[in-house]
C-alpha cells in the first residue's frame, strides 16, 4: 500500500502529554519516556492543571525536536498501545514468503528511505503501508533505545498511543495476521523459554531464548527485545534477554 501523494498525516503530527493521560500505567510509561528524551522528570498532571495552549505547544515541540533529531537508524518500528481503560499492544506476524523474518511476530515497521528524514516518519510510514495506520491518528509518547536485528540492522523503536476503535487491516504481501496483547497483563507476564532452530554458515544449532506467549502466537527474538525495553523503562522489569546455544553441529555440505 502506497501513501498518497500529499497525504497530509505526517504535518499533523501529535504527542500524548502525561497531563491528559487519565489511564494511571499509560501515564506512568508517557512521564519516563519524556522524562528520558528531555533529561528531566516529565511534568505531573497537577502542574498541567492550569497550562495554557502556550505551553501545551511548547512542550510538545521540544518533544518532537527530540525525536526528529536522533540519529537515523537502519529501520524504525511502531510499538503502538491502544489508549483506553484496557490497554492493549499492537503486535503482528509477517507474510511467511517474505525474504527475511518470514512468519515471525512483529511490531509495524521497516527500513529507513532517504525521503523519511527522521525515525518518527520511518515507524509511522511502514505502519500505513502494513496495517492502514493514518499517521494523524498516533498520538507520540517517545522512544526506546535501538536494537540490533539478527541482520545486524539497527532498529529504532517510537512508542506512541493510538484510539482503540481503529479499522486496521493487513497488507497481505508483508502481514498475515494483526494481534494484541493485553497490556497491563504484559507488564508482570512471566516469559516462557522457546527453542528454536537457527543456521549460520556452515554451523546449524538449537537456541534457547525468553519468549512470551500471546493470542497463540510466541513473541521473542528482536520483537521480544523491543517489549523488554519498554517494560523495563517504563515499569523497572528488569529480563535477561539470552540467547543459549543447546545443540551445534557442522552441516554436511557434500551433496
Not at 503530527?13 to 506512568?28: D, E
Not at 512471566?190 to 506467549?213: D, G
Request: a negative charge.
Amino acid at each position: 500500500m502506497a501513501i498518497p501523494q500529499h497525504f497530509a498525516g505526517f504535518d499533523e503530527l501529535a504527542v500524548a502529554l502525561p497531563a491528559y493521560i487519565r489511564q494511571p500505567v499509560l501515564r506512568q510509561l508517557a512521564e519516563r519516556m519524556q522524562g528520558e528524551l528531555l533529561g528531566s522528570v516529565a511534568q505531573s498532571l497537577t502542574q498541567f492543571d492550569a497550562i495554557n495552549a502556550a505551553d501545551v505547544i511548547a512542550q510538545s515541540t521540544r518533544i518532537l525536536d527530540k525525536l526528529y533529531q536522533t540519529p537515523i537508524a537502519d529501520a524504525s518500528v511502531l510499538v503502538a498501545i491502544t489508549h483506553e481503560p484496557r490497554p492493549k499492544l499492537l503486535l503482528t506476524r509477517r507474510s511467511i514468503h517474505l525474504t527475511s523474518h518470514a512468519g515471525e511476530v512483529s511490531c509495524a515497521g521497516g527500513k529507513y528511505e532517504n525521503s523519511d528524514g527522521n525515525n518518527v516518519v520511518t515507524a509511522l510510514r511502514e505502519a500505513y503501508e502494513e496495517i492502514a495506520l493514518p499517521p494523524n491518528k498516533v498520538q507520540l509518547l517517545g522512544q526506546l533505545p535501538s536494537q540490533t536485528s539478527k541482520s545486524g540492522m539497527s532498529v529504532r523503536p517510537i512508542v506512541a498511543l493510538i484510539a482503540p476503535d481503529l479499522i486496521l487491516v493487513p497488507e497481505l504481501g508483508e502481514i498475515s495476521r494483526i494481534f494484541w496483547a493485553d497490556f497491563e497483563t504484559l507488564i508482570t507476564q512471566p516469559t516462557v523459554e522457546y527453542k528454536v532452530n537457527y543456521s549460520m554458515q556452515a554451523q546449524t544449532a538449537t537456541l534457547l531464548t525468553p519468549s512470551w506467549q500471546i493470542d497463540g502466537e510466541t513473541v521473542w527474538g528482536l520483537t521480544g527485545k523491543v517489549i523488554a525495553s519498554l517494560l523495563e523503562t517504563g515499569f523497572d522489569r528488569q529480563l535477561d534477554w539470552y540467547y543459549h546455544i543447546q545443540n551445534a553441529q557442522v552441516q554436511n555440505l557434500e551433496r
